[in-house]
């Protein structure tokens, strides 16, 4: 299992995140596997990824972004309102983090 990420990481990938717009949404009619398969791909590709919920329920787009986090194996660096970004590191990619 892979460490979690301190505080200064945390904040290179958000400052990183910010110029991101965002690759997948999610509509008003939830989760669909092409969805999933698409947040998996980029994850791959891309590492850092922005996601839009569009769910109008709060409580049920909350738990979205952490389900999915988890479904992804992916860290959840940050979530404003329905954008949240997701990190996920690639190990054949260079690393988006700076040495501490």
């Excluded at 939830?30 to 980029?42: C, R």
């Excluded at 986090?69 to 996920?88: H, S």
């Amino acid at each position: 299992m892979i460490a979690p990420m301190n505080k200064l990481e945390i904040k290179q990938l958000k400052a990183l995140a910010h110029k991101l717009k965002p690759i997948v949404t999610v509509g008003q009619h939830g989760m669909k596997d092409s969805i999933g398969e698409e947040l998996d791909s980029a994850l791959d590709f891309h590492q850092l990824v922005k996601l839009k919920v569009n769910l109008g329920d709060r409580d049920a787009r909350d738990a979205l972004v952490e389900e999915l986090a988890t479904k992804y194996k992916a860290e959840l660096v940050q979530r404003i309102g329905n954008i949240a970004v997701y990190y996920r590191r690639n190990f054949d990619k260079e690393n988006l983090l700076k040495k501490s």
